[in-house]
């Protein structure tokens, strides 16, 4: 199992604007009509990885708990779906049916969208203040396949609080760690 870090975009970057399609209603979905009112949660995953799989859960729940208190939640896909067809948006779709997103899973064809966040791996999580301003990027937690640490939601869940009740964040944000982005051949 390949390991990527995070990049870790610089903390104060606005949030790139997007508009991808939605396999789940076959409808594009905007940046702006996702993001919550307190903050927005863009998370990249793919449907094979099994950094991703570890903690799909943890990532549902979490969306569950803070959506209810103004966080919006936005998955993005961009893998190449030609040389990875397990990523395809048809089986993104059958995805987030099966693991409950109450969030859009959206298909970065393209893989523009993932470039414009300088996002590296899967799962690669990105916290937006109200304002679309980046103040967390990184793990969920400290938890990875076969390491014993049970997954928590831990990082995330604690910058998304630090929001909530108006707390700073935390300097110590620590990358995230999963499969990298399968990027397309260059033509």
């Not at 980046?134 to 990875?144: C, F, P, V």
Request: glycine share 6%.
């Amino acid at each position: 199992m390949a390991r990527t870090s995070s990049n870790m975009l610089q903390l104060g970057t606005s949030a790139p604007f997007f508009s991808l399609l939605n396999p789940l209603t076959n409808k594009h979905v905007t940046l702006t009509e996702a993001a919550g009112e307190r903050g927005t949660v863009i998370m990249f995953l793919c449907n094979h990885c099994p950094f991703v799989k570890h903690v799909n859960d943890e990532i549902v729940r979490i969306a569950n708990d803070y959506r209810v208190l103004g966080f919006g939640f936005i998955a993005i896909s961009s893998n190449d779906v030609e040389n990875y067809p397990e990523d395809s948006p048809w089986l993104m779709r059958d995805n987030a049916r099966k693991y409950n997103y109450s969030f859009p899973y959206l298909y970065d064809e393209s893989q523009q969208v993932a470039k414009d966040y300088d996002a590296a791996c899967t799962p690669d999580f990105y916290l937006f203040d109200a304002e679309l301003k980046l103040i967390y990027r990184g793990q969920l937690d400290d938890s990875r396949p076969g390491n014993g640490i049970p997954v928590n939601g831990r990082d995330l869940r604690e910058a998304l609080d630090n929001v909530f009740n108006n707390r700073k964040q935390n300097e110590l944000q620590k990358p995230s760690l999963g499969c990298g982005i399968k990027w397309k051949p260059e033509n």
